[in-house]
Structures are given as structure tokens and as C-alpha cells.
């Protein structure tokens, strides 16, 4: 085997890529991740530069493995927090930039981060990856490496090779089979039941009606004001619009069937859209705008609806993105995620894994503190009861 960087997807190219893949997240298609690269998405400007690891079969250049990678000059659109780690490695006099992460850029979902040939060794493939990219850190002088909601059993095999697994959690809803929305209702406690009614009865009385599109349905001139509430999300808040329109508008034709956007308006109006994800078994909120503030709307458009889709659908988990401990009480429950982080300098390593694990032990407490709030009535467990 031979490892070797690649500085964009487009020279590993489509077909061999879809070799490597055969999954359905929308997040590791060859499209998904092109189009950011193609359409300015990732690049220097935005301190996201390619730096993607391949695994190939010497002899034949058969494709073996591939982790998306980038050099990272600033911690920007990652959703796994170092900023503090930066400041404390920078005021010893050390730089932290430029760092190594392995992640899909920008969306904090947790999936494969290593993609494998079927006809590979998978553990031989694995190690090569991580030798391959330990190797790029000390010859490029990188203080560290870092991968970002992987899944749980990829941070095994990280710490063979001494990285720290971190700990932090999200909410998501899982659907229990419902055939409706009202059926899932009916699982809350009264009080969590009376307040979604009412939420929802405040957005039909402001008479908003809404448009629930695929990206293949979507006509081009409705992406520029797509494209504007996603923006101004971004403007309020003092961050950066790393996706561009022309990306939206690849990938609503590359990827559509995969693409989801819920628009709402008042009268002929729209004030409101909100862009999602999907795959078999997963709806993925990602971007919400709006025009104004509008009485419990967000809610309606980015949650309820979103769940109302996955039961017609038959979608088995809804990720509405990342953080909000008011998601909890509209029927999200807590689950883990984990990140892998590796420190060239070792003194700092070790005071990183003391921190990280520090960290744990908070979030196993604060986890158990947030399941005491679960909206979802207790169910008694009949053996229980015998015992």
C-alpha cells in the first residue's frame, strides 16, 4: 500500500470514489463534497485548505482507502470547541495553526471518516490512514490532528495510535413508529403535549401556509432567496456564509432527491425557509432563516414539521443540528457524539488529556440531568411491578 495526499476530490474523481462509498449520507457523496470545492465553499479563504489522505494498492493504483481531510488555520465551522485549547497553546508562545482535521466541513453529523474498499483489509487500510497523516503532522510541523464526530468504534482505533476520544452530545428525535404526528403527542407528558398545541396554534393563527420542496423540484429562481435567509442567519449572529449559492444550486441538481427545503410565507410573501438533508434513515436539520421574528415559527418550520416528514416517510431519526437544550422538551432527547484529537507537543498532550477527561465525567452528569427532563411519559415496566 502506498498513502499519498490528494489537494481536491475532483483527482480522485467520481467513479472511484463511488467504489469506496456505497453508503447514503448526503454528507459523503462525491457531489456533496465536490461542490464545496468547486463552488468556493472551503478553501484558504476560509482557513478550510484540502489536504485529503489516500490509501492505493501500489502496484496497481487500485483505490484502497480515502479520509477527507484539511489543514485548518482556524477553528471556524468545526462545532467541536478548541478555541480555548488555541488560546492556551498560543499563550505559551507555541502556534496552534495550522492543525489537521478530518471532518465534513461545517456539519457537525456524526459518520464514516474513513472510507474503505469492501475488497481491503479494513484494519491494514485504517492504520496506513492514521500513519499517513501522523506522518504529514510532524513533517509539516502541524500541532495537532483532530477528527470530528466519527463514528464511536473509528475512536477505538484512534487510540491505538494516541489520540484523546472527547465527549459532548446533541438532540435527536427517533420516531417509535408513528403513523402521525398526533400519535407521537400522545407519548408526552400533558403539559409538554399542551405547550407543542399551542405553539403550533399560535403559527396557524398568524396564517402562515408552507411549501415543502426537494432540491429537484426547486425552480433556480427561488435558490437566491433561499440563499438570502440562509445568509442572514449568518448576518445576525456575526458569522460567515460559508456556503455559496452556486453550491446550493449544484447540489439541488447533483443531489436532490437528497435535498429538502420548507418554505413558509404569509400571503404571497415568504419570510421564512428552512434547507434539510436526508438520507434512509436520517433527516438532517441544517439552515433556518427568516424575515422578521414571528411567534413560535421557528419551531413549527425547523422541528414539528421536520417530524411530521419523518413519520409520512418513515425516517427513523431527525437530527435538527447541533446544541439546544430547548430541543429537549419538543421531543429531543440527548445523544453522545465524540471527536479523537491528537497533540504533537507532549506536555500539552498530557494537560489536554486531563482536561478531556475532566470533560467526560461533566458530560456523563450533565447527560443523566438532561434525561430527568425528558418530555416522554414514564412507562411502567410490567416485570418491575412482579419483582
Sequence with gaps: MQFKIVNSIAEIGRERWQKIYSGDSPFLRFEFLHAQEKHGCVGEHVGWIPYHAVVEEL??????????????????????FDWAWANAYERTGREYYPKLVSAIPYTPVT??????????????????????????????????IHCLFPEHDLCHVFNNHKFETRMACQFHWHNEGYERFDEFLSTLTSRKRKNIKKERARVEAQGFHFEVLQG????????????????????????????????????????????????????????????????????????????????????????????EYAIKHGIKH?????????????????????????????????????????????????VQELQKHSPFKVIENPHEKKL
Design 318 to 366: 431527525f437530527e435538527p443540528g447541533a446544541q439546544g437544550e430547548h430541543k429537549i422538551s419538543r421531543g429531543f432527547l440527548p445523544k453522545l457524539t465524540w471527536s479523537s484529537h491528537w497533540i504533537k507537543d507532549p506536555e500539552f498532550s498530557l494537560v489536554i488529556s486531563q482536561f478531556i477527561e475532566r470533560e467526560r465525567i461533566y458530560m456523563k452528569d450533565y
Design 59 to 80: 502496484s496497481s493504483g487500485e483505490l484502497l482507502g480515502i479520509m477527507p481531510l484539511y489543514i485548518k488555520t482556524n477553528s471556524y465551522g468545526e462545532l467541536v
Design 216 to 307: 429537484n423540484e426547486i425552480e433556480d429562481k427561488l435558490w437566491p432567496i433561499i440563499y438570502e435567509f440562509y445568509k442572514k442567519t449568518f448576518d445576525e449572529k456575526g458569522g460567515y456564509a460559508t456556503f455559496t449559492l452556486p453550491f446550493f444550486k449544484s447540489i439541488s441538481k447533483s443531489m436532490g432527491e437528497q435535498l429538502l427545503v420548507i418554505l413558509a410565507y404569509n400571503g404571497e410573501q415568504t419570510v421564512a425557509s428552512a434547507i434539510f438533508y436526508k438520507d434512509r434513515h436520517h433527516l438532517y436539520g441544517r439552515h433556518w432563516g427568516c424575515l422578521d421574528q414571528f411567534d413560535s415559527l421557528h419551531f413549527e418550520v425547523c422541528y414539528y414539521m421536520g417530524i
Design 111 to 144: 459518520g464514516e471518516r474513513m472510507l474503505i474498499n469492501p475488497s481491503a483489509n479494513k484494519k491494514s487500510v485504517e492504520k496506513k490512514l492514521i500513519q499517513g497523516i501522523l506522518h504529514e503532522a510532524q513533517s509539516l510541523n502541524i500541532s495537532s
